[in-house]
């Protein structure tokens, strides 16, 4: 576009005209970009809606056993973590051990 600026830069009103005439080519892209936002807000404001109405309805029993079991997946991959880090350590020391010269 700057091109185009730069070679109708002795006309009058050519730096708006060549300007709305390049955005305008742009326009079907805001378009879509703004009923894609659209269609997403009103999904997440339908989930939110279904979400509250599990946790506070007959489906409250269902959110609480997944939350829970979301807090056991998380603690048993803090344990995984841990051991990992544990085997690493010891992997580390009985290499240094056998690098080392006994005396």
């Keep these: 576009m700057s091109h185009l600026l730069l070679i109708n830069h002795r006309s009058a009103n050519a730096e708006q005209t060549v300007f709305a005439a390049e955005l305008e080519k742009f326009r079907p892209y805001q378009q879509r970009l703004a009923a894609t936002v659209s269609h997403q807000e009103m999904t997440l ?47 580390e020391g009985v290499t240094y051990a056998r690098s080392t010269p006994t005396t």
């Design 45 to 91: 404001e339908e989930v939110s809606r279904i979400w509250k109405a599990l946790k506070n309805g007959r489906g409250k029993t269902w959110v609480k056993k997944a939350e829970a079991l979301e807090k056991r997946r998380v603690n048993l991959m803090g344990r995984f973590i841990q051991a990992r880090e544990t085997w690493v350590q010891v992997r």
